[in-house]
């Protein structure tokens, strides 16, 4: 498998050789500011952006990140700066433009390597797929709850039906609701559905009855 491509955006030469040093099983493409990133992310598609604040030409590397993550909107960035203020930190790593980590200068070798693997290892696409498919999961717990709940609904109603009908007496609502464990509006819907759909007739419910209090059961 080829190497991994990271896009160092650093203006230091001392700092871009601690990259060299500590990166060293990695592709690394330095440019010094954020317009010669711009021009240079097309043609070296990396992995991993890491990003100083303070460039040549008097850029500054936050500024560039909305546009970064526009054209790497599944590539991690990893800013390494001596010059931003914990707020500064904060917004970031905040917000849909942001980015994945921040670690200040001087850093530290070892942090720089783990946060780097922890970057290509989870973040990007990785993380992407594990949104997908967690929002899927969600999705189909809600459909089978759904379907639960509805299936449950017309057993119940069924059952009711039959009750209703083999009995010469109007349906003791209360009864029923603790029967099935539900409230007594629950039973209450139930009759009228039933009595729509043409399934028990109008006298089992008559219209001049109110619902009386709930015997604090959940509706089904």
């Not at 030469?13 to 990259?19: A, P, S």
């Not at 930190?89 to 070798?109: E, M, N, S």
């Not at 780097?116 to 459909?143: F, Y």
């Not at 449950?152 to 009750?163: F, G, K, L, Y």
């Amino acid at each position: 498998m080829s190497q991994p491509t990271i896009l160092v955006v650093e203006d230091d030469d001392l700092q871009y050789e601690i990259y060299e040093d500590a990166l060293a099983k990695f592709h690394l493409v330095r440019v010094r500011n954020g317009t010669e990133a711009l021009a240079r992310i097309p043609l070296c598609h990396p992995d991993l952006l890491i990003l100083d604040h303070v460039l040549s030409e008097g850029e500054l590397g936050l500024s560039f990140l909305p546009q970064f993550k526009h054209l790497l909107p599944f590539v991690p960035v990893l800013v390494v700066s001596g010059a931003l203020e914990v707020h500064q930190q904060i917004q970031a790593l905040q917000g849909p433009r942001r980015a994945h980590y921040c670690l200040t200068k001087p850093v530290d070798i070892h942090e720089l390597k783990r946060t780097v693997e922890t970057a290509l290892a989870e973040c990007g696409e990785k993380e992407l797929v594990r949104q997908i498919e967690a929002l899927e999961r969600s999705h189909r717990a809600d459909a089978l709850e759904l379907f639960s709940r509805s299936t449950d609904r017309v057993q119940r109603q069924n059952r009711i039906q039959e009750q209703v009908n083999r009995s010469p007496e109007r349906p003791n609502i209360s009864a029923l609701a603790r029967q099935f464990g539900v409230a007594r509006r629950t039973i209450i819907r139930d009759l009228q559905e039933l009595i729509r759909r043409g399934q028990l007739k109008p006298e089992a419910y008559p219209e001049w009855e109110t619902p009386g209090e709930e015997d604090g059961s959940e509706p089904a």
